[in-house]
């Protein structure tokens, strides 16, 4: 999928009334299930999911607040933001004053729109940009929400690209936020085509999409035994705005997909931040229980930009550029994690004479020495049976692909040996 | 006892005549000691304590150079410092010339007095401003120094808060400095304020008031056997100028004081440095045979001010401002040594429901959280056996009180369950 | 030898064309014969070498190319740098067309004739200036290489100065290139200086002259067993520029000879690298098979100066204050490699009265501490039979020669006992 792919994908599923629950979720999985295999599951509602039980479905058909002109002032049907997530239903006439405790707005930035939820305590709420309430009189105001909070499922998919190795890589997105772009449409798509790129790889490669934080949960509670045999993993958001890649590394700090994803990003404008339990569902994957070596990748993270969990998180917000770049470089991730390493050099007494074995530019004295051979002279040098094509980049200076090419020439002159698993 | 209160006990203990032995170090012990019930050691001379013996007492009655006019040029009835410590007794009248090479002063400060001293060595001689040197005349001069060198004791003190552990925290002042302030008046009134606070601690409290070198050797020969029950300890010196804090590192310079240290000065303007084995009374505490858990606070350090060791190091050196900031800064950290822990995790699997339990927001989706919650975040996620409350502060960058709250909610809750000691 | 002494050498080495094999590697190796007892050894050709094989040996008498009126505008006579080394015999006529692809030059310094060489595939060439190039017609040109390949030796020596164990430092360096001033002759010249140097020695020193890499892998080859008794080893080349001293790490990184540069360098300008395998002969002794403790002191390292492999490095390119500077870097290394140790203080509970052994000054409350007294502090202090006096001047910043002077004074007082070997 190219950037302009991913970004029409998010178009597509922008409108839909994400939550933790509800048809929103299952319209968005039906959508990336044209594009994917997808395993969806339902789970019921009063089900017990390691410390949480899953909350009834919640599903909204309308919300709105009607002046006494009979115009919608907040109306669902423009953005599904306008209500808060959740919101048990509502049909009341009530002024300003009574409405009041019932508004959100973001007085600082009057035009937008802000995101709230309220999951677990039952209430209802309207947001709105503070222009907008800047201007209602005293009402009295018609105000309706529609929903049903009932028995019902959450829902969330798994594809598995199954590989030669039972050794899984993990990478799960949310699925739970409605109209927001970046937060984790984008996510979404970059997943999406990440999944579609994957081509009878040597690991097995697992997207999980679900629902933020009780999906992640649920997720784990029935998977429990199975998370051992998870190498690596990623949760993706915030995946498409024009911003540098960031990533925050897995509790552990030093897992092989810290290491990797340092690698990969070395040559690319990029921070590193160390784990921290906030953020995205690394909270769970990372909880000292399971303690998995998940990081994140994100383009500007967590609350990092002011349209964050706002109406100014729209399609324009992310770019096709910015999304085909987070691809790319997860794909740089995805050929380090396929192809690392440990090798022995066979002649390790000296430097084997590699013009011989046409190896090496014969003409001596010039100081300009291509990559092709440094990374020859580094991979042999290296190449003790304990480090790894990945060590080898990271103390040479030199991109993980000229080192995986040096080893498989040198490999093909019968000077190297694969003699163990890498990062 | 506020910053007003250690300031007029240091102006109070500013003209007596302290020295290595003597009735200077008694009197101090005397007016702290009706501050803090002391236990008052005194050791004869001829006691070997480690490789040293104790010396004569040195005690001192007057001393002056008298012109030939007969006005005291240099007096020690107005300031202390103009007698060389530990001065034998001398009654002579001699010229200028042959007086010289007993005076000492300061060419590059030309008005203040040096602080000299000749424990060892038996010697006499005065100290002067260069000012008052260069007014002198050629003589003939009286000298007179009415001092005793004679068998007698050393005086050190020690005052003991009992914890409900025998592990204890030792802190250690020079009490043998005369008429300097900062050097140590501040300390021991610092130290004499953070005793009085102390209420019924869990760690023991051993407070040293000694002299320097000859004193912590001697209080080493005598407790040789218990420095076993020293888990952490500070020296304290210069306290009370106006500069920023600065911690020297126990030899070590990974002990538990060294961390609790640098968490408590990471907010606060501060330098941490690393042991030397120069400076104060560390020294000794961190010589190889003992190798104790000592570090060094001070406020400006060691010979780091142009006052130090000069007539210059007065009371209006120092300021109650700056002391009471020393104190805070030691409570502080007998608040990590009092409540630092290990904690285990008792829902680790996924993030337990805070909010369930009355202990997060309900409204999700504002990007505004409050410490607490995310102090409790952090302390689920590492409180895994392993790492203490102290850690978790150093890797969450909260204060060490927003996670030890934390802690305690969390244990209120049943989701935590102490097992074990921290720093 | 003094720097002049050095630089006299260098000129008198310069006009001589070395290579890989031939009579210039044995003019060369005689000449530093009259200054120090080398060992020639002879190798055949088709003496398999580790991976390699020893080639024929190249000798050469005459090299031209003569224009149409009969001048000779390349002329080996005036520089051997006109001659790609190795190049196989050659006397033609032919046009500057068919000549061209012989031709090599440094379009970006059109001034300077460029070092070429072609050891393992028969060719020939020359090298020349562009502005020489750039004044060339058509033709046609007689062209003649009176060269000759066969079967010969390749020459390397040794120079031992024995020591006291058979613990050795080996310090090598490459006299394969021709008239290349600052590389290698600087190097040789310095070598030669510090053998001549050396009294007696702790340790036993080996200074070998090699041609590069294959001289290296021979040596190698043919010492394989006795590689086990090099404790620290060096590369030296580009001794003798103008420009600060740099270090390569050996491959291990933290091998002792590493530790005693960088405290050697310390208080230096000079830049720390880490190991890479491209340079020297360090590739070789690094090589993971062996993985010596050898680095590499050069002064501008490697390709590092545009007059690199050029004409530009000739005896004037190189300075006698430089050549001296090197040599008194060594010569501080030497002395620690000789004088480190590890040592048990005597008296290690508080610190020893230095004063009653006459180790210290007596007169206290002096700001000014010598140098001399800081370094016993830091001696017994961490004189606890697992410290080195490297790491005690490491740890203090103090010179290594005042450590070793305080170690030694400590010693004579009874204070402190050698337990053990250093770096």
């Given at each position: 999928m190219t950037g302009e792919e991913m970004h029409a994908l998010v178009e597509r599923l922008y409108p839909l009334c994400r939550s933790i629950t509800g048809d929103g979720v299952r319209a968005t999985l039906g959508i990336v299930g044209e594009l994917l295999e997808l395993d969806v599951h339902e789970v019921p509602t009063g089900t017990q999911v390691l410390d949480w039980t899953i909350p009834q479905e919640w599903n909204i058909r309308d919300a709105y607040i009607k002046d006494p002109a009979g115009n919608r002032v907040v109306d669902f049907q423009r953005s599904n933001l306008h209500v808060v997530g959740y919101s048990v239903p509502v049909s009341a006439t009530m002024t300003l004053a009574e409405l009041r405790p019932h508004l959100h707005t973001l007085p600082g930035r009057p035009d937008l729109v802000p995101y709230r939820t309220s999951y677990y305590a039952p209430t209802w709420g309207f947001c709105l940009s503070q222009d907008t309430l800047d201007g209602m009189g005293e009402g009295p105001y018609e105000v309706v929400i529609d929903s049903t909070l009932a028995d019902g499922h959450l829902t969330y998919a798994e594809h598995v690209v199954p590989g030669r190795t039972d050794d899984e890589v993990l990478i799960s997105c949310h699925?739970?936020?409605?109209?927001?772009a970046n937060d984790n449409l984008a996510g979404i798509a970059v997943a999406t085509a990440l999944a579609r790129r994957l081509r009878e790889p040597r690991l097995t490669y697992r997207f999980v999409f679900a629902p933020g934080t009780i999906g992640a949960i649920t997720w784990l509670a029935r998977n429990r035994e199975s998370t051992g045999r998870i190498r690596h993993g990623l949760t993706l958001a915030c995946a498409g705005d024009r911003g540098a890649l960031t990533y925050k590394r897995s509790r552990?700090?030093?897992?092989p997909v810290d290491r990797v994803m340092a690698a990969v990003l070395r040559d690319r404008p990029h921070t590193i931040v160390d784990f921290s339990p906030y953020g995205y569902d690394e909270r769970q994957y990372c909880s000292p229980g399971f303690d998995l070596p998940v990081g994140s990748l994100t383009r500007t993270p967590y609350a990092g930009y002011p349209e964050y969990h706002t109406s100014g998180d729209d399609p324009g917000f992310v770019s096709p550029q910015a999304m085909a770049d987070t691809l790319e470089t997860l794909w740089s991730a995805v050929e380090v994690l396929e192809h690392d390493g440990r090798y022995q050099n066979l002649s390790p007494y000296g430097e084997p004479q590699l013009g011989r074995r046409g190896l090496?530019?014969?003409?001596?004295?010039?100081?300009?020495?291509?990559q092709a051979q440094l990374a020859m002279l580094w991979v042999l040098n290296l190449s003790d049976g304990e480090h790894s094509l990945l060590d080898v980049a990271g103390r040479s200076g030199l991109p993980f692909g000229a080192v995986a090419e040096a080893a498989a020439a040198l490999e093909g002159a019968g000077l190297l040996k694969r003699v163990g698993e890498g990062a």
């Open positions: 699925v739970c936020h409605p109209s927001l552990r700090g030093d897992a090496y530019g014969s003409l001596g004295g010039r100081s300009d020495t291509k």
